[in-house]
T-cell receptor, first 118, second 111 residues
Framework: GAVVSQHPSWVICKSGTSVKIECRSLDFQATTMFWYRQFPKQSLMLMATSNEGSKATYEQGVEKDKFLINHASLTLSTLTVTSAHPEDSSFYICSARSYGGGATDTQYFGPGTRLTVL | SQQGEEDPQALSIQEGENATMNCSYK?????LQWYRQNSGRGLVHLILIRSNEREKHSGRLRVTLDTSKKSSSLLITASRAADTASYFC???????????FGEGTQLTVNP
């Protein structure tokens, strides 16, 4: 199956700093990428959806100025957590979907990035 | 908010037994998918069932979908210790492209 990578796999940062997480589709072109957040022992919560070359669509309650998403190419999307605080500590997972437009398109998930804000 | 609700939240069985997990949802869907997640890892896509399908098999996995009851089940037959993981259902709604996840079932298969 298709491969999605994330970098870094884990990061520890100080409160107030910004952290960038990269998501790459390695062997297919991802017209749409999704960013999810998962707290311990909980399900995945969709944060935003981004289409290549356009602005991301954020879910209700997600601050777009805090979680900056850039989907500059068909194989790369980045999530920047700005001015991170301890409550932003979470597991961030990206997902990529190739263009086909069909309802049965499969989303491929990255391995996740564990963010810990001290 | 999460659309899917799964039960049980946790399931512990012995190797060789079958494991059944259920998922319910609220809106109209195009398809329903099941994913597996090992602790602290990413998601692995297991199986997708379309809204016009009732049952699907893949290896030791059997998925059913009842759109009239808005529910699905995942059956893992002859379970192995390596099947220990969290299992999530996810629905693709007819109105959009988002994939909405259920709360998940933590499956533990004891050797």
């Amino acid at each position: 199956g298709a491969v999605v990578s994330q970098h870094p796999s884990w990061v520890i940062c100080k409160s107030g700093t910004s952290v960038k997480i990269e998501c790459r589709s390695l062997d297919f072109q991802a017209t749409t990428m999704f960013w999810y957040r998962q707290f311990p022992k909980q399900s995945l919560m969709l944060m935003a959806t981004s289409n290549e070359g356009s602005k991301a669509t954020y879910e209700q309650g997600v601050e777009k100025d805090k979680f900056l998403i850039n989907h500059a190419s068909l194989t790369l999307s980045t999530l920047t957590v700005t001015s991170a605080h301890p409550e932003d500590s979470s597991f961030y997972i990206c997902s990529a979907r190739s263009y086909g437009g069909g309802a049965t398109d499969t989303q491929y998930f990255g391995p996740g990035t564990r963010l810990t804000v001290l | 908010s999460q659309q899917g609700e799964e039960d049980p939240q946790a399931l512990s069985i012995q190797e060789g037994e079958n494991a059944t997990m259920n998922c319910s949802y609220k809106t109209s869907i195009n398809n329903l998918q099941w994913y597996r997640q090992n602790s602290g890892r990413g998601l692995v896509h297991l199986i997708l069932i379309r809204s016009n399908e009732r049952e699907k098999h893949s290896g030791r996995l059997r998925v059913t979908l009842d759109t009239s009851k808005k529910s699905s089940s995942l059956l893992i037959t002859a379970s192995r210790a390596a099947d220990t993981a969290s299992y999530f259902c996810a629905t693709r709604e007819t109105s959009g492209s988002r994939l909405t996840f259920g709360e998940g079932t933590q499956l533990t298969v004891n050797p």
